[in-house]
């Protein structure tokens, strides 16, 4: 298995590989997932004081904040897959 990296944003990568989800910040559930990372010491935040477009939670519950539309970010990681199946 090979690692599979994206990029959500000003030249922060994350594995592919560990992705669960990638939502946008608007409805209440999940601002209370971004509000439980925080609390718990798993947020994540790359979005260098930009406005959070895209919330990445990964699979060791971890929740990455993103100034990157998740259109985007969900375009590169299935431009990445289609690259790597070539």
């Known amino acids: ?4 990296l994206i990029n959500i944003g000003f030249g922060n990568i994350v594995s592919a590989n ?3 989800a990638i939502v946008s910040p608007e409805s ?4 209370r997932i971004i509000q439980e990372g ?6 994540i935040d790359a979005t260098y004081g ?5 919330v990445v939670i990964v699979d060791s519950d971890h ?3 993103s100034a ?5 970010v969900a375009q590169r990681l299935t431009t990445k897959e289609e690259n790597d199946d070539d």
Do not use: D, F
């Open 1 to 4: 298995m090979s690692i599979k």
């Open 18 to 20: 560990r992705i669960i």
């Open 50 to 54: 930009r406005r959070t477009r895209a």
């Open 28 to 31: 209440a559930p999940i601002k």
């Open 68 to 72: 990157v539309q998740p259109e985007t």
């Open 63 to 65: 929740v990455i904040l």
């Open 38 to 43: 925080r609390e718990r010491n798993m947020l």
